[in-house]
């Protein structure tokens, strides 16, 4: 998400994004044995990812919506409008909602009895699932054309990169959300954030079971 916002704002090329330094493939994800022999250091206090690193101020920081917004005001990217500011934040939020809807049903490939991500996916992406009402409400927060207000905010880079799971999962989970499909589409025809998306191997999310 952070990465979608700074590559779209021109700021991606002045972080250094951590990877799996043993084979450089993506950190992976929590419970995995890789995920166990990661260094201590690339963890936050709580054992979880992201973390950020800043060793001019020293900050040492993990979770996604404080690194999210230490980064926006160290690049100076909050709109002064208060309303742009307000549909920018409700825009962060609603991404760890989506990241955390996408996330349960990744982890019940890890789940016994069972590991059944495939089954899970398919619940998550059903009619009348959770993730649709989700979408819908996010839809309907949607006034401007492609952003959610009337011009960009770091919120709506952020929420393509949520919807960008949703369609890397599912191509046509956005098919019924045609504001949502537009800022998906809009910020993934970015020449940077397109640049960034193809300079990932992988994505942190798996559609089936292993």
């Known amino acids: 998400y952070m990465n ?13 994004l951590a990877s799996n330094a043993a084979n450089g493939e993506p950190i992976p994800f929590p419970g995995t044995p890789e995920w166990a022999a990661l260094p201590p250091q690339t963890k936050s206090a709580w054992n979880t990812i992201p973390t950020l690193v800043d060793k001019a101020s020293g900050v040492y920081i993990g979770e996604s919506g404080a690194i999210a917004r230490w980064l926006i005001t160290k690049f100076d990217l909050a709109p002064a409008d208060l309303k742009l500011r307000a549909t920018m934040e409700q825009s962060i939020e609603k991404c760890s909602d989506l990241h955390a809807s996408i996330e349960a049903a990744h982890v019940a490939g890890y789940m016994p009895p069972d590991h059944d991500r495939t089954g899970a996916m398919d619940r998550l992406f059903a009619a009348g699932s959770k993730l ?23 919120g709506d880079y952020m929420l393509a990169a949520g ?12 098919d019924g959300y045609p504001k949502c499909k537009a800022l998906h589409d809009h910020v993934l025809g970015i020449e940077a954030v397109k640049s960034f998306v193809a300079s990932v191997p992988n994505t942190f999310f798996k559609r089936h079971s292993d």
Do not use: R, W
């Open 132 to 154: 649709h009402k989700l979408l819908a409400g996010i839809e309907s927060t949607i006034e401007g054309s492609p952003f959610v207000g009337s011009s960009a905010t770091p």
């Open 4 to 16: 979608f916002m700074l590559a779209a704002t021109g700021n991606l090329d002045k972080v250094t």
């Open 163 to 174: 919807l960008f799971f949703c369609t890397h999962l599912q191509p046509d989970s956005l």
